[in-house]
């Protein structure tokens, strides 16, 4: 198609295979070839000049049309991809979106004002292949490995507990200190321990309370309530050790790095999915 609209174009075959780069001779064939699949001569050809037969009217029409299609669609992707749009489908960790992900959504709100949004704030596991999210955020290393999960930071736990809290109880000044202390236990794999690292040593302290929880948030809460020791990322309680309802404890040590992931169903993404990806990754990373 491409070939016979350069032949009209240059009005015979040798200025258009000159401005293409190809042999006159294989223009011509090709040009022949076409005619064949089509079953309709389309040029009449003489030794000065080529003319359209009707066929090849009808035929150089449609062409032009669907080159002008094609020209209006990469024009429009361009569009989509400088300024994406759509519903961005997002399932988030409660807790984590609350407190942290909040101002960095706004923000990318703002930036990006075709794109409305359906953001899904639920502790279960979502299934990414069978219900309609674009990417998950979530926190802890991914559980299936059939999903592709992009780093997006790693945020450090440091132990954090109240004044009225500390006054009552004591101050912890080393791990073992902590199996005496009522510290928060996450209700998941792995809770009653918190491995604990100063940059020469690891711990691994039994921990345990009268609270057992599923919600970082609620654990976070109770801290500020006196009721107990939290190790969660300073990210999750920046507002509370602003106003003083929280102070960290124990400052040479702190818990294990804890990942932070999008997770997709493929890696072909649509240009809003990337950019808030992207976005994420650059907001979150030291």
């Given at each position: 198609m491409g070939l016979f609209v350069e032949v009209v174009k240059a009005k015979g075959f040798r200025g258009a295979a000159e401005a293409?780069?190809?042999?006159?001779?294989?223009?011509?064939?090709?040009?022949?070839?076409?005619?064949?699949?089509?079953?309709?001569?389309?040029?009449?050809?003489?030794?000065?000049?080529?003319?359209?037969?009707?066929?090849?009217?009808?035929?150089?029409?449609?062409?032009?049309?669907?080159?002008?299609?094609?020209?209006?669609?990469?024009?429009?992707?361009?569009?989509?991809?400088?300024?994406?749009?759509?519903?961005?489908?997002?399932?988030?960790?409660?807790?984590?979106?609350?407190?942290?992900?909040?101002?960095?959504?706004?923000?990318?709100?703002?930036?990006?004002?075709?794109?409305?949004?359906?953001?899904?704030?639920t502790p279960r596991r979502v299934d990414l292949v069978g219900e309609p999210f674009d990417v998950a955020i979530r926190m802890g290393q991914p559980e299936d490995s059939q999903l592709i999960a992009r780093q997006l930071a790693s945020l450090e736990s440091h132990l954090y507990a109240s004044p009225g809290y500390l006054e009552r109880a004591g101050e912890p000044h080393k791990p073992s200190d902590l199996e005496k202390h009522e510290c928060f236990s996450i209700s998941k794999a792995g809770a009653g321990f918190w491995t604990l690292r100063d940059g020469k040593h690891t711990a691994k302290i039994s921990v345990g309370g009268r609270f057992t929880i599923n919600s970082v948030g609620l654990m976070r809460r109770l801290a500020t309530l006196d009721m107990g020791i939290v190790l969660v990322p300073a990210e999750v309680v920046a507002d509370d050790l602003a106003g003083g309802q929280l102070r960290r404890v124990m400052p040479a040590w702190h818990g294990v790095p804890m990942p932070v992931y999008a997770i997709t169903e493929t890696r072909l993404l649509p240009a809003k999915t990337q950019r808030f990806i992207e976005f994420l990754r650059e907001r979150l990373e030291p």
């Amino acid at each position: 198609m491409g070939l016979f609209v350069e032949v009209v174009k240059a009005k015979g075959f040798r200025g258009a295979a000159e401005a293409i780069g190809i042999p006159n001779s294989t223009l011509s064939r090709r040009i022949s070839g076409l005619e064949k699949a089509i079953g309709l001569r389309l040029l009449h050809r003489t030794t000065r000049k080529i003319e359209l037969t009707e066929a090849g009217k009808i035929y150089f029409e449609r062409c032009k049309r669907i080159v002008e299609e094609a020209r209006l669609a990469h024009e429009q992707l361009g569009e989509m991809l400088a300024q994406p749009s759509g519903v961005l489908r997002v399932s988030l960790p409660v807790d984590f979106a609350v407190t942290y992900l909040a101002p960095l959504i706004a923000e990318f709100a703002g930036l990006y004002p075709g794109i409305t949004f359906d953001l899904d704030l639920t502790p279960r596991r979502v299934d990414l292949v069978g219900e309609p999210f674009d990417v998950a955020i979530r926190m802890g290393q991914p559980e299936d490995s059939q999903l592709i999960a992009r780093q997006l930071a790693s945020l450090e736990s440091h132990l954090y507990a109240s004044p009225g809290y500390l006054e009552r109880a004591g101050e912890p000044h080393k791990p073992s200190d902590l199996e005496k202390h009522e510290c928060f236990s996450i209700s998941k794999a792995g809770a009653g321990f918190w491995t604990l690292r100063d940059g020469k040593h690891t711990a691994k302290i039994s921990v345990g309370g009268r609270f057992t929880i599923n919600s970082v948030g609620l654990m976070r809460r109770l801290a500020t309530l006196d009721m107990g020791i939290v190790l969660v990322p300073a990210e999750v309680v920046a507002d509370d050790l602003a106003g003083g309802q929280l102070r960290r404890v124990m400052p040479a040590w702190h818990g294990v790095p804890m990942p932070v992931y999008a997770i997709t169903e493929t890696r072909l993404l649509p240009a809003k999915t990337q950019r808030f990806i992207e976005f994420l990754r650059e907001r979150l990373e030291p």
